[in-house]
């Protein structure tokens, strides 16, 4: 059962073609019509984007089990014809299908911090629906059944279905993840950061932060150096003898000097300082909870970013402030080793998938084929994916190359292809971007990663390109697989008190009363069993989860 929704307060019931079932039907209590709908029969929603209609829908205390995202899933159509990057909004949708201009997509709207004041139902940073200048229940129909046929021409139309319903999944969790929050105790986030930094100060950075200055500027003999200016601190090394290319950390490890240690040391407190000190506590944590705005696909590679919050790049000092509620506890499950047991199931090398078979895919690996020597054998298949080729990764790789040799050349042919400005995709069929990564202009929180695929590097050289889409192909599917799983478990806890409150990476968190751990745990080891078998059927390549019951998300291992 379909059913579109027209943010004006309309409902049209579909056929499975997408062409409408009945008469638009007038909803003056849209939330409550979708309430009532959704207890009768749990239809599939279709609508313009998730993230402008179910958080209002949430706040209205209404949850639905299953929709189909217009925008999310025009983004992957659009990219899937080497168009990616192009307006995916449902009026853009609409008017390439009518050959008529497209429109540019709304700037992203603007992080709004947790309680803040919610204007009417659905009013969005969106032009609202009646300045739209079309009738939305007719273009979401349209644009629905178009979409439609061009799932069934993709590449291997199947797996571009569930690539779909599970990114439409991943934003109803991300919307729930959001709405839930994370809970975080602002009294303890206050203790860890008198701790650390001393007490807050009426103007001006904390005591320790000053003694730092002070610090670092004896030092290297100067007065007046500010250590948060990268510039300013070569051009101090510089003066002192040392030649350093910029302030990165392992950049500053290299050079003996008493600066270092005190610069290191304020690097890191300033940055936690900055991005999740006190003022990001005001702004962020209302009434015990951490509520970010979570981006489902937000990154290249399909994983998530966030607009605001910086939900994931939360430093593990800080997280020591995330503690469960009283009678519940975090049952956190991360993936083990996912991206190389990834390259074994979609490359078919049966060899590397009888090692993935095993606990400890780099011990079987090394007792394999490098005469025991698990270090060297997690070299050369890293090696292998990120495109490193020097050093130690030499012989390495060589010998990765004549025992594997079925994976190996899976990414080394995602590797020419990026070269020859080609288009390389993930198992389930999301497609590779052009060479300038576009998250730096969707207003979204970085990612963290740097080096992966989701980073800048492209454009600078058809090689850089070739190191893009080598771990393109690796990064994007195990993005698909941590995505099912989070969609299994979403459906496996309905009927539960358990929440989704984190989901980073290939990392889920979730927040249960104590006496629900055990069934919780089993949920999250059968959805990534399930996760396995949906993407890639019935391969011998295990997908093991480290699942931890904790008070505290920092003890996490």
């Given at each position: 059962m379909?059913?579109a ?20 039907r007038?909803?003056p ?12 029969d749990?239809?599939?929603w279709?609508?313009?984007a998730t ?9 209205a205390?209404v949850r ?6 217009l ?8 990219g ?10 449902l009026a ?7 050959g008529?201009?497209?429109p ?19 009013e ?19 644009v ?17 279905r ?23 105790r602002?009294?303890v986030?206050?203790?860890?950061l008198r ?10 950075p904390?005591?320790r932060?000053?003694e730092?200055?002070?610090e ?15 510039a300013?601190v ?15 950390a ?5 050079v ?14 300033y940055r ?16 015990g ?25 939360v ?5 020591r ?5 009283p009678g519940?506890r ?7 080793q996912?991206e ?9 090398d049966?060899r ?13 690996l ?5 005469d025991?020597d ?11 994916m ?11 790789l ?18 020419r292809?990026?070269?020859?400005g ?17 998250w ?5 929180d970085?990612?963290?990663?740097a080096g ?24 994007a ?12 478990l ?7 008190k ?5 989901f980073?990476?290939?990392?889920v968190?979730?927040h ?35 699942v ?10």
């Amino acid at each position: 059962m379909l059913v579109a929704v027209s943010p004006d307060g309309r409902l049209q019931d579909l056929r499975a073609d997408g062409s409408p079932a009945g008469p638009p039907r007038p909803a003056p209590d849209l939330a409550a019509a979708i309430a009532e709908r959704e207890a009768a029969d749990q239809p599939r929603w279709v609508w313009p984007a998730t993230a402008e209609i179910y958080p209002v829908l949430l706040r209205a205390g209404v949850r639905v089990a299953r929709c189909h995202d217009l925008e999310l899933t025009e983004a992957l159509l659009q990219g899937h014809a080497g168009w990616w990057g192009a307006p995916r909004s449902l009026a853009a949708a609409r008017a390439r299908l009518r050959g008529l201009p497209v429109p540019a997509d709304a700037p992203p709207r603007q992080p709004e911090p947790p309680g803040f004041a919610q204007g009417a139902l659905f009013e969005t940073g969106s032009a609202p629906p009646a300045a739209a200048g079309f009738d939305v229940l007719e273009a979401i129909h349209e644009v629905y059944a178009d979409q439609l046929s061009r799932m069934s021409g993709a590449e291997h139309p199947g797996r571009f279905r569930l690539l779909v319903a599970a990114e439409s999944a991943g934003a109803l969790v991300g919307a729930e993840m959001g709405h839930a929050g994370l809970p975080w105790r602002a009294d303890v986030h206050d203790e860890l950061l008198r701790e650390l930094l001393g007490p807050p100060q009426p103007v001006g950075p904390p005591r320790r932060l000053a003694e730092l200055t002070a610090e670092i500027n004896d030092a290297l003999g100067l007065r007046g150096l500010h250590p948060d200016s990268p510039a300013e601190v070569v051009r101090a090394f510089a003066r002192n003898g040392v030649d350093i290319p910029n302030t990165r950390a392992w950049v500053l490890k290299r050079v003996d000097h008493p600066a270092v240690r005190p610069l290191l040391e304020y690097k890191e407190l300033y940055r936690i300082w900055t991005a999740h000190g006190w003022a990001w506590c005001d702004a962020w944590v209302r009434d015990g909870r951490f509520r970010p705005e979570f981006v489902p696909g937000g990154v290249v590679s399909g994983r998530w970013a966030t607009r605001g919050g910086g939900a994931l790049q939360v430093p593990k000092v800080v997280r020591r402030a995330v503690i469960a509620d009283p009678g519940w506890r975090f049952v956190v499950a991360d993936a083990g080793q996912l991206e190389p047991r990834v390259l074994a199931a979609v490359s078919g090398d049966r060899r590397l998938a009888a090692a993935a078979a095993a606990g400890d895919l780099y011990a079987a690996l090394a007792t394999d084929s490098f005469d025991g020597d698990r270090a060297k054998a997690k070299v050369a298949l890293l090696g292998a994916m990120y495109g490193q080729t020097g050093g130690a990764a030499i012989p390495a790789l060589a010998v990765l190359r004549k025992h594997y040799p079925v994976a190996f050349e899976f990414v080394e042919a995602a590797a020419r292809t990026g070269e020859a400005g080609g288009l390389v995709r993930s198992w389930l069929g999301r497609t590779c971007p052009p060479a300038a990564a576009a998250w730096r202009d969707a207003g979204l929180d970085p990612p963290d990663e740097a080096g992966s695929a989701e980073s800048p590097q492209g454009g600078a050289s058809g090689r850089a390109r070739g190191r893009f889409t080598r771990n393109f192909v690796v990064q994007a599917t195990a993005a698909e697989w941590a995505l099912v799983l989070l969609a299994t478990l979403r459906t496996a806890l309905e009927g539960s008190k358990a929440e989704l409150v984190l989901f980073v990476h290939d990392e889920v968190v979730v927040h249960c009363p104590e006496e629900e751990t055990a069934a919780v745990s089993e949920a999250v080891r059968a959805a990534a069993t399930q996760a396995g078998r949906l993407l890639f059927g019935q391969t011998s390549v295990r997908f093991p989860l480290d699942v931890s019951v904790i008070g505290a998300y920092a003890d996490a291992k």
